[in-house]
């Protein structure tokens, strides 16, 4: 099985800073794209940001210039640099990622982590 481990979200106030990390463990042959996902209560999740194998990056228009997607190919983590946080921001952060488990298949599949909650205070 594969599981994702989210760390790094907490409260934080208009204009400051936070750093998402998470990490990929269990039966893993290769990761492809890797991203951040986010969803406030009562609204679907929505794409916050992704990155692929390559290092290419997609970012949501509400986040650009302000959020930094990257991740650690070796360590299998991906990371989101959050700056100038604003209150709309607040949210449940969740990570995703889309997993070729064997060397011999060429299948994907994709894995959520827990979440982990960022709130911004006004």
């Known amino acids: 099985q594969v599981q994702l481990v989210e760390s790094g979200g907490g409260l934080v106030q208009s204009g400051g800073s936070l750093r998402l990390s998470c990490a990929a463990s269990g039966s893993i042959f290769s990761i492809k794209t890797m991203g951040w996902y986010r969803q406030v209560s009562g609204k679907q999740r929505e794409l916050g940001a992704i990155?692929?194998?390559?290092?290419?990056?997609n970012y949501t228009d509400s986040v650009k210039g302000r959020f930094t997607i990257s991740r650690d190919n070796a360590k299998n983590t991906v990371y989101l640099q959050m700056n100038s946080l604003k209150p709309e921001d607040t949210a449940v952060y969740y990570c995703?990622?889309?997993?070729?488990?064997?060397?011999?298949?060429?299948?994907?599949?994709?894995?959520w982590g827990q979440g982990t909650q960022v709130t911004v205070s006004s």
């Open positions: 995703y990622a889309e997993v070729v488990r064997f060397r011999w298949s060429k299948s994907h599949y994709a894995y």
């Open positions: 990155i692929t194998s390559g290092g290419t990056t």
